[in-house]
């Protein structure tokens, strides 16, 4: 594998340079004086920001005139596949490749203190969580998150302390490419079927995880994953849990939510000391996402007051449970959730946020996913008073499988619940303008585009 010097900067071209993770890559070895090239279908406030910056960017299809003899290395992601002519012609002229996970773990190891947060869920939010915590400990900590945190105005920060914090996808067995010097694990269960086998497959791919942490490194991971012992068995590392039960080193009681959702509670944590956190974001699920940072700021002697302001002030990242505004009277939250589990917890916090009626603006996203968990969506979604269906949102896919939209309607309505199904966005945003009354809660949902529905409604 080619090892990049740091301290002697070369030319890296990056296939797709715009998505949240590249950018955040590419941002980085712009201010470390590497020159950054790229390429993206479309121009956006990352591509932006990065051009600002001095890259420069590609856009439209992707040519295999745009590798040329002075590119010192390409990055690529899971998403660039043999046959595109970008990555072709970098094979072609000999010239060095590297995924971003390969380069994300180069970069991992410049940093003393390397922290990876994983999980199939609820990394982007932790991630949120743990860099606001660094930040008000006053750490100057360098981040890489996937999404856009509003307190440092982007998904990166470049800092010059010790820490590095990042989020670890274990899709394509990302992480396993990585690093950390501490883990966290916050779940681990049935997604990207389209790669892993089953999840006997996945809990291995976890277990591989752990196992890179070193002996003097440490694991944070939520207790109640189910078969725990196949993730930490044989590792060398000290491990701290946390969850629901009282035995666990970190565990919560006396939860109450506020008129939106958002959880108080006290934490139970070693020594039998307590204390009690108020958050800013909602759902159980997030009482869960903070216990593995408050665990992470302890172990790192940051004071706990510095904490607990940190998580009250912390009001989410992008597209995680974000309020986008009032549309006649319907307030419109969007969501990244794309699983059963996430669409659970979404739904499930939206219920104490107040409304007359909660509407679901849902679109698929993958059909490898959606075949897999068809009757699983069906029954998350039902949780919602309405729900209406977008087109499945294919991603990296093009076998439909026999899947459809259409599909997932009548599941959904197989179990009383009413579900509209529509072509195109202009058809779903013609029938809540017609449909929606004030008083009511829209939530766009999904991986894909449809936080545009919302956003083309507010405009």
Known sequence: MY?????????????????????????????????????DWNRSSLTERLEAKGAHINYGSQKAENITRDIDLTVYTAAVHADNPEYAETLRLGIPALTRAQLLGQIMKNYPLPIAI????????????????????????????????????????????????????????????????????????EDHLDFFKDIHDIRNSFHEFAKLLPADGTLIINGDIPEISVITKDITCSVITYGDRASYDYSPCNITYNEKGCATF????????????????????????????????????????????????FKGTDRRFEYKGTFRGISIIDDYAHHPTEITATLTAAANYPCNKLWCVFQPHTYTRTKAFLKEFAESLSLADEVILAKIYPARETDNLGISSETL??????????????????????????????????????AGDVVNIGENLLK
């Not at 994983?118 to 890489?144: C, Q």
């Not at 197989?414 to 199904?421: I, N, P, Q, R, S």
């Open 3 to 39: 090892q990049i010097n740091f301290n002697h900067p070369i030319h890296i071209y990056f296939i797709g340079i715009g998505g949240i993770s590249m950018s955040g890559l590419a941002e980085l070895l712009l201010e470390k004086g590497f020159t950054v090239s790229g390429s």
């Open 118 to 189: 994983s999980g199939i869920h609820g990394k982007t939010t932790t991630t949120s969580m743990v860099s606001e915590i660094l930040l008000a400990a006053d750490t100057d900590p360098t981040l890489s998150i996937g999404g856009i945190l509003k307190s440092i105005n982007g998904n990166m920060r470049i800092g010059k302390g010790q820490h590095f914090v990042t989020e670890a996808c274990e899709y394509t067995n990302s992480f396993l490419s990585f690093f950390p010097k501490i883990g966290i694990i916050l779940n681990v269960e």
């Open 409 to 446: 309607q009548k599941e959904i309505e197989a179990l009383g619940k009413k579900c509209h199904y529509f072509e195109t966005f202009a058809e779903i945003e013609k029938f809540i303008s017609s449909n929606c009354k004030e008083g009511d809660l829209l939530i766009t949902m999904g």
């Open 266 to 313: 006290t934490l139970k944590s070693p020594g039998n000391r307590t204390d009690t956190f108020t958050l800013a974001v909602p759902g159980k699920h997030n009482v869960s996402n903070a216990m593995s940072a408050i665990a992470l700021a302890d172990l790192l002697f940051i004071d706990r007051e510095v904490v607990k302001k940190a998580l009250a002030e």
